[in-house]
């Protein structure tokens, strides 16, 4: 099937598909929360399905938003991301609570890279895993997943 490269990424389509369906399902669960989906800039190339999902399962504390990422998370108290991009970077830099997920059989980061964000990079194996970490990213104290911005500097 088709694929797109994110980064240092390549992931299949319809996985990728299939497990924003699974990021969605979280969502669902927690209606205590309110979440902003912010599509991908990419997206534009092609119908994003995620804005007519979230209207087919009435998911009224899911808001999808395609304005760029720093006026969004200027809105935001924490973010999550699939994938390590400028999203995370520009996170740390705001000094919000980030997690940022990655598949190893799709991803590969930098050596350096996974040690300066080891404290909120998390490599999952299966979806299942990510989903898990997503849970308690979400229920932990925020102050646990600010990353210094001096993490952001070359040495």
């Not at 999203?87 to 997690?99: N, S």
Request: net charge negative; glycine share 4%.
């Amino acid at each position: 099937g088709d694929s797109r490269y994110v980064g240092a990424c390549n992931y299949d389509d319809a996985w990728y598909h299939r497990w924003h369906l699974r990021i969605l399902d979280l969502m669902e669960t927690r209606p205590d929360l309110r979440f902003t989906w912010k599509g991908l800039p990419s997206s534009d190339q092609s119908v994003d399905p995620i804005p007519g999902i979230i209207a087919e399962r009435a998911l009224e504390n899911v808001r999808y938003e395609g304005r760029p990422f720093l006026a969004v998370a200027a809105e935001v108290e924490r973010v999550f991301t699939d994938y390590p991009s400028t999203a995370l970077y520009e996170t740390v830099h705001l000094g919000k609570p980030v997690l940022a997920i990655t598949f190893p059989r799709f991803c590969v980061v930098r050596p350096l890279a996974a040690a300066r964000f080891a404290p909120v990079l998390r490599a999952c194996d299966t979806e299942d895993e990510a989903l898990a970490q997503i849970k308690s990213f979400l229920d932990a104290d925020p102050d646990d997943w600010r990353l210094p911005t001096s993490n952001l500097v070359s040495p």
